[in-house]
Every structure is written in C-alpha cells, then in structure tokens.
C-alpha cells in the first residue's frame, strides 16, 4: 500500500464528505538555540508552529495579527473554520506549503478545531506516519466521535504497519476504523481501508466482503491496487472484479 491511498484518496472525500484518552504530541525537532530563536515565517510552515502551545503561538504572531484576521468573521470560530476550509482548497491542488500555514491559522484561532489538526495530519501522512498519528489523536482528543479522525488514525497506523510490519500497528488501525465504521457505516473509504487490514491479516473472504462494501457506496473510489492484490490471493466471490 502506498501513501497516495491515505492521501490522494482523502483528498478527493475532503470535498465530498472510541478516541485515544490522551492526545499525542506533535514532535517537530529543530536542534540548538534555532529552537528558540524560529522567526514567524519558518513557523508557519511546521505542524501547529513548530509544537507551541496556543499561548505561545499567539504571542508569536501578535495580538493586532489575530485581530487582523478575524475582522472579517462573527467569531473567531468561524474565521478558523474559514481557514480549515481554505486549507483543504489548497491541499487538494496540491499547494502544501498554502494549505499547511492555513490549518495553523485555523488552529492559532480556535484550537477546539478538529479540522485544523486532520489538514496538518493529511499533509503529514506522506512523510512522518508517526507525527500524523499524533496530529489525528490531537484532533480526536477534542473531537472523540468524528468519523473522519477515526479514518484517518486508522489509516496512518495502517501506514505505519507498512513500514513496521508490527502486529500492534495494524491491530490498531483495525480498531480505529471499526470505530469510524460505528460512527458512520457509509464510509466508502474506511470500509476499503478496513479492507487493506483484512488483505494483511490474510482475511481474503472478509477483505472482498469489506471492499464490495466500499464499492457499492462509491465505486468511483475503489482502489484497484487492493483489487489486484486481493485477485492474486483469491477470486472475487461475487464475480464483480473480474
């Protein structure tokens, strides 16, 4: 399984559609006294700039900054949901840099934001499974039931297994997407991605039950990499893939 499943695959569904008791933390490690010493600009472009706190963060940018950017908005709130939405704009354009500066606005202005931390998750699939993971278990500690978190958790643990081929990975991943799949049945994406994990768990029978799932909901979706894969273990039991 390649990265452009969670990501390439996540990012069409932006626009289209229990958590882990305590988050974990986003590590962005930058050595020495640069650590201190960040401007605003190298910030914007790490994870919730650079692991501060939302204290921290706002006293970096400013007080008339903050102000700045939600003139325009009712509240707060709503300027963070504005930039969360603007910040999956720019990720499904393939615009990295644009859309990762706009999650941490979202999250310097309303850190309860679920969607601040899933952009920055996405964004840092491709390259770190690991400090995705944190970043959808950030999300989930203030969002526990959102059926998208718990996609995304179970598919960067899915991710990992890939690179670790550890049992507890993909046991994990398991959990997390059955999680998601109680929060919402018509996930066309968990239920493939649930089907990846029986594919690994040498589940062929429930993987093909698992992906016919995902494709009656959206076919236009279905990853044919699983489909050969699952081909050359086992035929399609209902004759659908041929």
Partial sequence: MKYPILIGALAVLLLSSTAP???????????????????????????LFGGLTPQAAQQLVGEP?????????QSRTEASQFFANKG???????KADTARYRF?????????????YRGLGLLAANTSPDQAIGLFSQGLAVAPNNAQLLTDLGSGYLLRYNQTKKAKDLK???EQLRKALAADANSAYAWQQLAWVQFYQNEYAQAWE?????????????????VTSLKEKMPDPKGLFK
Wanted: charged share 20%; net charge negative.
């Fill in 21 to 47: 008791a305590v988050a974990q933390k986003v590590k962005t490690k930058v050595k020495g006294a640069a650590a201190a010493e960040l401007s605003v600009v190298a910030r914007r472009q790490l994870p």
């Fill in 65 to 73: 900054y903050l102000k700045g950017l939600e003139q325009s908005f």
């Fill in 88 to 94: 999956y704009e720019y990720l499904t354009e393939g």
């Fill in 104 to 116: 941490n606005l979202a999250w310097l202005l309303d850190p309860q934001n679920p969607d601040a």
């Fill in 172 to 174: 994990t991943a398991e």
């Fill in 210 to 226: 698992s992906l016919h799932k995902a494709s009656t909901l959206n076919f236009s979706g279905v990853d044919f990499e699983l």
